[in-house]
């Protein structure tokens, strides 16, 4: 079913001239994040888009064009996508610019500050959390390590992670209905804002675009694990101890660090920035997909089953919800080289058997369509106009 017919077969008349704005913290890649700012701005097409800076050329043009975008200060910056790291104490402050007065109903798509913007009394506030802000909380230690820091940078970054960190907590107090995209997620706004969710509401994976091959080849894909969070450093090191073939495709901030680590090693390839076409097919012929990182949720371990192939990753984050059970993959609990190799030999032994169920793998993906995500989005949406109650009411 096309979204068009998907929304048309959905009774929500309440929404039809309601004003909307959609706020998203930042782009330059088209990931999780961006992906369901795609699918919101499809289904908000009259809806205004605000975000702090960033590249809206990696959105599909004909979602862009005609609609009003409006960026923060900070998008004026000079070399502002080389250096929007170093400016992360000023997001606070540039998401609050946002004027929303006219807006019926804004959606924030937040792992950062957008779900901080400010909203009349009037305005209704639904934030999709992909994820507290990482750099804040669990994994500061992980994006300002004070080996990578030299000591005036040692002494002024937990001042101002500090202020992140009380506006952080004070801000999710203006979310009116609050969406986290996994059980994770949700645990981790329990533990850092003192909040339950509202629902919890798995992003759209465009499942239909990824097919099963009858043909398997010998090698472990890897989907971009090139930023502090996604275990690229670990699958590196792993896929060196184990001579397993790895194909890494996409790009990141960490990329040039780890070809440096995998320079001299053939069974490591990294493939860049590929064309659909190229990373469906690489989906379809990978022994499996593998992941040494924490994903929020993990599109891609949905792109995977979505593809017929199993899921290699760490138990932690959204891999322990999806990856069920043994039919799905496996997953390793303690983050060493020993536990990897354990997990990788049972995937070998199930192949080595009769492989796995390619139609089970791609039926489980079909949990996750994009249908299913456009259908609770908009019921939440109905149910966050249809309820009063203060915000305070979910918090335990």
Request: hydrophobic residues 35%; contains cysteine; positive net charge.
């Amino acid at each position: 079913m096309s979204i068009n017919a998907e929304i048309s077969a959905l009774d929500f008349k309440s929404l039809k001239n309601k004003k909307v704005a959609i706020v998203h913290d930042f782009t330059w890649q088209n990931r999780g994040g961006e992906k369901v700012v795609e699918v919101l701005l499809e289904m908000f097409p009259k809806a205004d888009f605000f975000m702090m800076f960033g590249d809206t050329s990696v959105y599909p043009q004909e979602l862009i064009k005609d609609r009003k975008i409006t960026y923060s200060f900070l998008n004026k910056f000079p070399f502002i996508k080389k250096y929007y790291r170093y400016t992360y104490f000023l997001w606070p402050t540039a998401v609050e610019t946002f004027n929303l007065n006219e807006y019926d109903i804004v959606i924030s798509s937040s792992a950062s500050v957008s779900k901080g913007v400010i909203t009349p009394a009037s305005t209704k506030h639904i934030c999709y959390m992909h994820s507290p802000m990482r750099y804040a909380w669990d994994q500061m230690w992980e994006y300002f390590s004070p080996q990578n820091f030299n000591w005036i940078k040692r002494m002024i970054i937990p001042l101002m992670i500090t202020f992140i960190r009380v506006w952080d907590y004070t801000s999710t107090s203006r979310i009116d209905y609050l969406i986290t995209n996994s059980e994770f997620i949700a645990g981790r706004c329990k533990k850092y804002y003192r909040r339950s969710p509202d629902q919890v509401i798995y992003p759209p994976v465009y499942t239909d675009d990824f097919y099963i091959s009858d043909k398997t080849e010998d090698y472990l894909l890897s989907v971009a694990p090139y930023e502090q969070n996604k275990g690229g450093i670990n699958l590196i090191e792993y896929a060196k101890k184990s001579g397993s073939n790895v194909k890494i495709i996409g790009d990141g901030s960490m990329r040039k660090k780890l070809q440096k680590m995998a320079k001299g090693y053939d069974n490591i390839q990294f493939l860049g920035r590929v064309p659909d076409k190229e990373k469906y097919e690489l989906f379809a012929h990978a022994k499996a997909l593998v992941h040494c990182g924490v994903e929020d949720f993990g599109i891609q371990f949905i792109e995977a089953l979505a593809s017929g192939i199993p899921i290699l990753a760490y138990g932690k984050g959204g891999a322990k919800e999806i990856v069920s059970n043994e039919k799905i993959g496996y997953t390793y609990e303690n983050n060493d080289y020993a536990s990897f190799q354990s997990a990788l030999d049972k995937i070998n032994k199930v192949y080595s058997a009769n492989g796995f169920d390619k139609k089970n793998l791609q039926q489980r993906a079909r949990n996750f369509s994009k249908q299913n995500f456009i259908s609770r989005i908009y019921r939440a949406i109905k149910e966050s106009l249809n309820n009063a109650s203060n915000p305070s009411n979910n918090r335990k």
